[in-house]
């Protein structure tokens, strides 16, 4: 039977992801489901934004499991709700940001992104930490251009994404690049060619494909978070949150 990656994008702006996004990477034993949030921010590009967007996306981790999907893919480069989100599932549930970054780590020396906004700069900086690959993080470049434009923009930001990722390899010795926002899905091709035309064969790492093809690979070794890291919670009340309960399920032997 063909596995299922839920991809929840944790925003709440229509048209922002579709399935149509993904369908090149589907095939005969993989398939892609999707959804954003019902309550949360517009787009992410602070932590202010990140922290709006986590309850959501933790209900909606749960009802991905209930509904049969094999993986969840967190569609943000702040990996939003990732660690509680892998408390209240047994399937594996992965984050671009966290992914691209061992991925690149495993690619090259160091690795830079190239990012929306300078805002965000103090996000990835303090993922890289928590992540333990800060020592391989060469720079965070932003091509000054919000999320909610990318898609109005594509020309202009596959250019500016170019002209930075060019910068941080010349510049800040970035022997990979981590497209800094799941919103450039598409644009790594561009970037890479660039590159090489410059002379420079250096890969680019387009973090939803990268993120959905390993959960989907997780998924097939049949393998998943610890329970030791990440335990399931224990049902407690909670106000003003309405929250599917799958812990119930989860601390039913106790």
């Known amino acids: 039977m063909p596995k299922n990656v839920r991809i929840i994008t944790p925003v709440t702006t229509e048209g922002i992801r579709s399935l149509a996004d ?64 892998r408390e209240v599932a047994s399937i594996p549930v992965l984050g671009p940001c966290e992914t691209s970054m061992h991925i690149a780590a495993m690619l090259g020396h160091r690795f830079s992104f190239v990012t929306v906004l300078d805002s965000v700069r103090p996000m990835i900086e303090n993922m890289a930490k928590v992540y333990g690959v800060f020592d391989r993080l060469a720079s965070i470049r932003a091509i000054d251009i919000p999320v909610l434009r990318i898609e109005k923009d594509l020309g ?26 799941t919103g450039f899905l598409g644009c790594a091709d561009a970037i890479k060619s660039e590159l090489a035309t410059n002379g420079y064969d250096v890969p680019v790492i387009d973090p939803v494909p990268t993120t959905a093809l390993i959960a989907a690979a997780l998924a097939d070794l049949s393998l998943s978070q610890s329970k030791t890291t990440y335990a399931a919670p224990r049902d407690k009340p909670i106000v003003g949150f309405t929250v599917p309960s799958l812990t119930r399920k989860a601390n039913a032997a106790e």
């Open 22 to 85: 993904v369908a090149p990477f589907e095939r005969a034993d993989l398939t892609f489901s999707h959804t954003l949030l019902d309550i949360g921010p517009s787009s992410i590009e602070c932590e202010y934004d990140e922290a709006l967007s986590v309850p959501d996306t933790i209900a909606k981790t749960i009802e991905a499991e209930r509904d049969g999907a094999d993986a969840v893919v967190i569609d943000c480069m702040g990996d939003p709700g990732l660690q509680p989100a």
């Open 156 to 181: 202009r930001v596959q250019d500016a994404l170019a002209e930075q990722a060019l910068s941080a390899v010349r510049q800040d010795n970035a022997d990979v690049i981590i497209l800094g926002c």
